[in-house]
C-alpha cells in the first residue's frame, strides 16, 4: 500500500483511508481534505480579500453570485461546533466588517450568510466555512426554500430548558473547547 505525507497527515493509497473525516456527520471528497488550510496557508491559490492571524477570506470558486466569499479560521476545524471561543471570537469580530466591504463594493443591498455543517446540511469541504452570498435579484445568490408558515405547537418546556442548561455547562467551561 503507498503511503503519501501530504500537509501533516498520512494519506494512505486506498480509498477506505483516503478521507480524514469520514464520519456519520460528513463523507467528504477526497479532493476537498486539507484544500482550505492550504489556501489559509498560501500554498493552493485562492483571491483572498481578508487576512489576520486566526481568518482568511477569499472569493468562492463557484460563486452563487458576484462577490460570493467564504471566512474561515486558518486553523482546521470541521464543525462549528468544535470551534473554540477564541477563533469564534476572531471569526465574528471580522464578520460583520467583511459583510460591509462586500456590500459596499458590490452595490448589493441584501445577502445570506450561509454556514453548513454535515454532509446533509450540504457542507462539502470539511473545513468550518462561512459564505457571505450577495443576493442582487429574487433568481440569484442564495435560493432557501423553507415552510416558515407552521407555527410551533406542541409543548417545548423541556426542550428550552434541557438546552438552556447544556449552553450554562459549557459556558462554565473556561472555553468551548470540547
Ligand atoms: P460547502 O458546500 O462545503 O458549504 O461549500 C464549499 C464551498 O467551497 C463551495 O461554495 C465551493 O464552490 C467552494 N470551493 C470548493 N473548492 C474551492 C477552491 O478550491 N477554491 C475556492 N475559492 N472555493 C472553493
Known amino acids: 500500500m503507498n503511503v503519501l505525507r501530504r500537509g501533516g ?10 478521507c480524514r473525516t469520514m464520519s456519520d456527520r460528513l463523507n467528504a471528497p477526497s479532493w476537498a481534505h ?3 488550510e492550504e489556501i489559509a496557508k498560501g500554498e493552493a491559490p485562492s483571491h483572498k480579500i481578508y487576512e489576520d492571524d486566526v481568518v482568511f477570506a477569499f472569493l468562492d470558486i463557484n460563486p452563487l453570485s458576484k462577490g460570493h466569499s467564504l471566512v474561515i479560521p486558518k486553523k482546521q476545524v470541521t464543525f462549528l461546533d468544535e470551534m ?5 471570537a476572531s471569526i465574528g469580530k471580522v464578520l460583520p466588517r467583511i459583510a460591509r466591504a462586500i456590500m459596499k463594493v458590490t452595490g448589493a443591498k441584501c445577502y445570506n450568510v450561509l454556514q453548513n455543517n454535515g454532509s446533509m446540511a450540504h457542507q462539502v469541504v470539511p473545513h468550518v466555512h462561512f459564505h457571505i452570498i450577495p443576493k442582487y435579484s429574487k433568481e440569484d445568490g442564495l435560493g432557501v426554500g423553507w415552510d416558515a408558515s407552521k407555527p410551533l405547537k406542541e409543548d417545548v418546556t423541556d426542550l428550552k430548558k434541557s438546552i438552556a442548561s447544556q449552553i450554562e455547562a459549557e459556558s462554565k467551561k473556561t472555553s468551548g473547547k470540547i
Request: glycine share 6%; hydrophobic share 50%; net charge neutral.
Open 9 to 18: 497527515h498520512f494519506f494512505f493509497r486506498r480509498k477506505a483511508f483516503f
Open 34 to 36: 486539507g484544500l482550505f
Open 84 to 88: 473554540d471561543d477564541e477563533t469564534a
